[in-house]
């Protein structure tokens, strides 16, 4: 199974911030990776998908980068919805394996 | 406006099964593979199980494989996770996913608002 690590495992930041998250896949898995955000009670929603390519209505401070097997979120204008949990997925190949998540808290 | 709407989650019994329901609205059900991943209170995502939209490929982790069945109704725009010999790790809410066909990222694209499954005597 590919494993991926998720980093950090939270965060807090302040309104404006630039936020980076990192996922860093066990083996190659080409561009095949999406980030999800879950708020608090909610289910999970579509971010980012293909590693860089945003979803319909997701705002443009959100995107996404690739460098080898090391993913990354940026947020780059931190803003108080965006407090939530970010998740990465590979989708190179089943099991279809989460991050642990990370957790944004607004200070 | 799609909607994925689960059903079916309730307390049961350790060793006991269970059927979770997804209906779909407001989107044409045979263009997506569909996916359950379930989620422990307080804790991570976790995949469970894919099916293609001709319902012809299935697969699982590891950890259900043997006693979770995923199947659709395309006639009726459902799905279904059959969950037998349950034990007290399934406990978690499930979710239902879509995937659409051909999409570039392989990405769950809309999500249902889950279901809770409880497992404890």
């Known amino acids: 199974d590919i494993r991926m690590t998720q980093s950090p495992s939270s965060l807090s930041a302040s309104v404006g911030d630039r936020v980076t998250i990192t996922c860093r896949a066990s083996?190659?898995?080409?561009?095949?990776l999406n980030w999800y955000q879950q708020k608090s009670g909610k289910a999970p929603e579509l971010l980012i998908y293909a590693t860089s390519s945003l979803q319909s209505g997701v705002p443009s401070r959100f995107s996404g980068s690739v460098s080898g097997t090391d993913f990354t979120l940026t947020i780059s204008s931190l803003q108080p919805e965006d407090f939530a949990t970010y998740y990465c997925?590979?989708?190179?190949?089943?099991?279809?394996?989460f991050g642990q998540g990370t957790k944004v808290e607004i200070q | 406006e799609v909607q994925l709407v689960e059903s079916g989650g309730t307390l049961v019994q350790p060793g006991g099964c269970l059927r979770l329901s997804c209906a779909g609205s407001g989107l044409i059900f045979t263009n997506y593979w569909m996916h359950w991943v379930r989620q422990v209170p307080g804790e991570g995502l976790v995949w469970v199980s894919r099916i293609s939209a001709d319902g012809n490929i299935t697969n699982y982790a590891d950890s259900v494989k043997g006693r979770f069945t995923i199947s659709r109704d395309n006639a009726k725009n459902t799905l279904f996770l059959q969950m037998n010999s349950l034990k007290a790790e399934d406990t978690a809410v499930y979710y239902c996913?879509?995937?659409?066909?051909?999409?570039?990222?392989?990405?769950?694209?809309?999500w249902g608002q889950g279901t809770l499954v409880t497992v404890s005597s």
């Open positions: 996913s879509t995937e659409p066909k051909a999409a570039p990222g392989r990405q769950l694209s809309y």
């Open positions: 997925q590979q989708s190179y190949s089943t099991p279809r394996t």
């Open positions: 083996q190659s898995i080409s561009t095949y």
